[in-house]
């Protein structure tokens, strides 16, 4: 049986650092993919991932064991991504992040179609105010129970769920007028 979470990180607290290569097999994907989702930017995204492990092994001192790994990671997660963006204050807005845009005319209908609904979705996303975005990433795409959120952001489970719902609706409207302005720009 292969140790938990927990388990591995007190090893690596108590000194096994070469444990966290472990640790770092099962969640770096999953925290890319989280970053991905609120920076829209693939080489910022892997650069956060290591400053996360980075954070874990100057801060492993600092964790107690007691409870959830993977709300302890998401706090350090958080705390690299503000800073992230305290850094950038200033700098271009996410949607002016991508450099490559999709070459349509290679792309059939339906793929077309499915690539336009994502990318407007994705537009929608980085519209959203960062912590409506985060909270809505949290739950939508990285799976955490409202439990765990409300652990990671130190409130209650109500306050999550009016976040996230909240968060859906403003996400549904900035689509709306998204996909809207470009059925008037055709």
């Known amino acids: 049986m292969s140790p938990t979470d927990c388990e591995l990180m007190t090893e690596v607290r108590d000194g096994r650092i070469e444990r966290l290569a472990v640790l770092f097999e099962r969640h770096q994907i999953m925290l890319f993919n989280f970053f991905l989702r609120l920076t829209g930017n693939r080489a910022v995204s892997e650069d956060l991932v290591q400053e996360v492990f980075m954070r874990v092994l100057k801060y492993r001192s600092g964790f107690q064991g007691d409870g959830r790994f993977n709300v302890w990671l998401f706090q350090i ?84 769920k009016a976040q996230v719902h909240r968060a859906l609706k403003d996400l549904g409207r900035i689509y709306g007028e998204l996909a809207e302005g470009q059925c008037h720009d055709m």
């Open 77 to 160: 997660a958080r705390n690299v991504h503000i800073d992230h963006l305290r850094k950038r204050k200033g700098e271009l807005p996410l949607a002016e992040q991508f450099t490559e845009p999709p070459d349509l005319a290679l792309l059939p209908d339906a793929a077309y179609e499915a690539d336009r609904e994502a990318e407007l979705i994705r537009q929608a996303l980085d519209r959203l105010p960062v912590q409506k975005r985060e909270v809505l990433v949290l739950f939508r795409f990285q799976n955490l129970k409202l439990r765990e959120i409300a652990e990671l952001l130190g409130c209650r489970v109500g306050t999550v």
